[in-house]
Structures are given as C-alpha cells and as structure tokens.
C-alpha cells in the first residue's frame, strides 16, 4: 500500500503564503504524478494543481494560476505546493495524490491514493 501524508496547513490572513507538503511511503512506482486537490466547505473536491514524475509537466487550475507552484523531490518522495497571494476563497481541506500512470488528470476519479488532507484557513 501508498501512505500520502500532508503537511503544512493554518491560518493565514488574506495575502500570506503557505507551503504544504506531501510525503509519500509504502509501496513504490517506477513512475508517478503527483497532483493538489481541495475541497471547501460545502464544495466538491476540485483538481489544484499536479506535475509529473520528471517535474517538466505540470498543470494548474486557473483558479490558482500564477498563484501557486507545484514541485517535488523524488529522492524524498515528496510533493510541495506553494501557495502565495492567498484569498478567502482558498479556505479548503487540501489533499495530495498519487497517479501511479504518471498522468495529469484533473478528474479526482483518475487518482489511485490520496492522502487525509491538511486543512487551509484564510481569513479576510
């Protein structure tokens, strides 16, 4: 089995950074995407952002375009998101997850494991 755990979470004011982390352990894959998805409060889960194995791939939602930036380190097995310029309506529960296909679907259906989530407060 895949373990993804989150990192990184908070309160944040409107306009603050945070960075979140996502390690993965367990089982392990030639090569894999890793990609963000959050869910807000009464809101469906929606693709953030996601970047392949190499890291010369990614895609973002446009909602977080120019915003945030995905990154990894495969030595570490670990995903980063970047997120400066935060607003109000970032407030989610984010979650990481592993495409082991090495993919960038946007669709949550096309993820194999994921992660519990770290929460993200941003207060006006």
């Known amino acids: 089995q895949v373990q993804l755990v989150e990192s990184g979470g908070g309160l944040v004011q409107a306009g603050g950074s945070l960075r979140l982390s996502c390690a993965a352990s367990g089982r392990t894959f030639s090569r894999y995407s890793m990609g963000w998805f959050r869910q807000g409060p009464g809101k469906e889960r929606e693709f953030v952002a996601a970047?392949?194995?190499?890291?010369?791939?990614?895609r973002y939602a446009d909602s977080v375009k120019g915003r945030f930036t995905i990154s990894r380190d495969n030595a570490k097995s670990t995903v980063y998101l970047q997120m400066n310029s935060l607003r109000p309506e970032d407030t989610a529960l984010y979650y990481c997850?592993?495409?082991?296909?090495?993919?960038?679907?946007?669709?949550?259906?096309?993820?194999?494991?994921w992660g519990q989530g770290t929460q993200v407060t941003v207060s006006s």
């Open positions: 997850a592993i495409d082991p296909r090495n993919f960038l679907y946007i669709d949550s259906r096309e993820y194999a494991y």
């Open positions: 970047m392949t194995w190499s890291g010369t791939s990614t």
